[in-house]
Nanobody
Framework: QVQLVESGGGLVQAGGSLRLSCAASGVTFSNYAMGWFRQAPGKEREFVAHINWKGGSTYYADSVKGRFTISRDNAKNTVYLQMNSLKPEDTAVYYC????????????????WGQGTQVTVSS
């Protein structure tokens, strides 16, 4: 059974930082690209970042480029999202997702999803 478990969310002031983690089990982690998505109240889910199966290729939404960094440790079956210079508009539930081999900005193409972790940025 595939499980993705996010952690690291919380409440932070604008300008602060958080690091999200997503631990995978039940899947050959190194075969999968990993993505982070987020959903704010009343809004549709949106793409944040993805990283390919080897970790050599990353891609970011324009809204987070230069502030967020996605990385992975295949030995630990874990993907990370380092979030710096956080803004109130970054407030959302953040989800990690797994897609075989290559990443995509389309959430519907991801096979597995975590349960999400809440990030709240106060002004």
């Amino acid at each position: 059974q595939v499980q993705l478990v996010e952690s690291g969310g919380g409440l932070v002031q604008a300008g602060g930082s958080l690091r999200l983690s997503c631990a995978a089990s039940g899947v050959t982690f190194s075969n999968y690209a990993m993505g982070w998505f987020r959903q704010a109240p009343g809004k549709e889910r949106e793409f944040v970042a993805h990283i390919n199966w080897k970790g050599g290729s990353t891609y970011y939404a324009d809204s987070v480029k230069g502030r967020f960094t996605i990385s992975r440790d295949n030995a630990k079956n874990t993907v990370y999202l380092q979030m710096n210079s956080l803004k109130p508009e970054d407030t959302a539930v953040y989800y990690c997702a797994a897609r075989y081999h290559s990443g995509s900005t389309s959430g519907s193409t991801y096979a597995y999803w975590g349960q999400g972790t809440q990030v709240t940025v106060s002004s």
